[in-house]
């Protein structure tokens, strides 16, 4: 019982965090265009990501509420903060051509170093919720 209300308390963090993720975006998309075209990505993808990302962090919180899609809703999380993780290493180890700037909301108060190991955190609780998931949903 333990286990499995633990598993529903990070699932709800992570919700909570991919939604705000997303209607940040959506609620001010201006910024949001301006950030992107900022990023060091080649301009072909950046209309894409502008379109895609706020919806996929939407539909990842979506699948993660249903128990029956969480354990795809999960390896979706991991793989995004682990994209996500990836590239803010990048920027870290000065392999873009400049520094790209955070994206918005409340993770622009936070500096490289430190969204990255918010990311590690949340990448490390949702390996341990998906886990915690497996023992209590049949697959």
């Given at each position: 019982?333990?286990?499995?209300?633990?598993?529903?308390?990070?699932?709800?963090?992570?919700?909570?965090?991919?939604?705000?993720?997303?209607?940040?975006?959506?609620?001010?998309?201006?910024?949001?265009?301006?950030?992107?075209?900022?990023?060091?990505?080649?301009?072909?993808?950046?209309?894409?990501?502008?379109?895609?990302?706020?919806?996929?962090?939407?539909?990842?919180?979506?699948?993660?509420?249903?128990?029956?899609?969480?354990?795809?809703?999960?390896?979706?999380?991991?793989?995004l903060m682990t994209i996500?993780?990836?590239?803010?290493?990048?920027?870290?180890?000065k392999l873009f051509p400049?520094?790209?700037?955070?994206?918005?909301?409340?993770?622009?108060?936070?500096?490289?170093?430190?969204?990255?190991?918010?990311?590690?955190?949340?990448?490390?609780?949702?390996?341990?919720?998906?886990?915690?998931?497996?023992?209590?949903?049949?697959?």
């Open positions: 019982m333990k286990k499995e209300f633990l598993a529903d308390f990070i699932n709800a963090l992570i919700i909570l965090l991919f939604l705000y993720a997303a209607f940040s975006k959506i609620a001010d998309h201006s910024a949001f265009v301006r950030a992107m075209n900022n990023q060091p990505i080649p301009i072909v993808f950046r209309p894409v990501v502008i379109l895609l990302l706020p919806p996929v962090e939407i539909l990842t919180a979506l699948l993660i509420i249903f128990k029956k899609s969480r354990i795809v809703g999960l390896y979706c999380f991991l793989t996500f993780s990836i590239y803010i290493a990048f920027a870290l180890l400049f520094m790209p700037c955070p994206c918005g909301g409340l993770l622009t108060k936070l500096r490289w170093p430190g969204h990255l190991a918010l990311n590690i955190v949340f990448i490390g609780v949702g390996f341990l919720s998906l886990k915690l998931t497996k023992q209590h949903i049949d697959i």
